[in-house]
Nanobody, 121 residues
Framework: QVQLVDSGGGLVQPGGSLRLSCAASGSIVGITDMNWYRQAPGKQRELVATISRGGNTNYADSVLGRFTISRDNAKNTVALQMDSLKPEDTAVYYC???????????????WGQGTQVTVSS
C-alpha cells in the first residue's frame, strides 16, 4: 500500500508565504514526476508545478516566479514553497506522484488527501 500525505496549508495574508510538504510511503520501487495541483471552489483541478526525478521543473504561468517546487529523492518527499501569495491562490492543494510499487509491479498515479490554503486579509 502506497500513501501520499500532504500538509502545511493554512490561513495567510496576501503577500505572505506558506510551505507545503508531501511524503510518499509504502512499498515504493521508484517515483518519476512529482506534482502539485490545486482546486478552487467551483473550478477544475489545475496543475501548479511539476518536478522530474532529475530536478527539472515546470510551473503554471499564474505562479511562475512566486512558487518553488523541490524534492528529496532519498526521502520520497516533495515540497512547494509559496511566496507573495494572492487571494486567487486560495484552493485545496494536492500532491501527486507516479509511483512504481512492488505490490502492483507497475506505474500508478497516487494522490495526497489535500491541504487547504486560504489567502485573505
Amino acid at each position: 500500500q502506497v500513501q501520499l500525505v500532504d500538509s502545511g496549508g493554512g490561513l495567510v495574508q496576501p503577500g505572505g508565504s506558506l510551505r507545503l510538504s508531501c511524503a510518499a510511503s509504502g512499498s515504493i520501487v521508484g517515483i518519476t514526476d512529482m506534482n502539485w495541483y490545486r482546486q478552487a471552489p467551483g473550478k477544475q483541478r489545475e496543475l501548479v508545478a511539476t518536478i522530474s526525478r532529475g530536478g527539472n521543473t515546470n510551473y503554471a504561468d499564474s505562479v511562475l516566479g512566486r512558487f518553488t517546487i523541490s524534492r528529496d529523492n532519498a526521502k520520497n518527499t516533495v515540497a512547494l514553497q509559496m511566496d507573495s501569495l494572492k487571494p486567487e491562490d486560495t484552493a485545496v492543494y494536492y500532491c501527486n506522484a507516479r509511483i512504481f510499487t512492488r505490490a502492483t509491479a507497475r506505474w500508478n498515479d497516487y494522490w495526497g488527501q489535500g491541504t487547504q490554503v486560504t489567502v485573505s486579509s
